[in-house]
């Protein structure tokens, strides 16, 4: 694996640690790679340029 440095707004970071504290990821580095394998799956279904960019 590669490490990657990134920048996230801390209210992110927070709503992370909370879904590491319940339980549903073992860890922040989990719930990312988790995150970022939906958005490839998503963008692997979508139909429309730029679909990543939901709000």
Known sequence: ME??????PKQQIEEVEQMVD?????NRSEAI???VREMI?????ASK????AKV
């Open 33 to 35: 790679r988790s995150a």
């Open 41 to 45: 799956d998503d963008q692997g279904e």
């Open 49 to 52: 340029p730029n679909a990543w």
């Open 22 to 26: 319940s339980g549903k990821f073992p």
């Open 3 to 8: 490490r990657v440095t990134l920048r996230i």
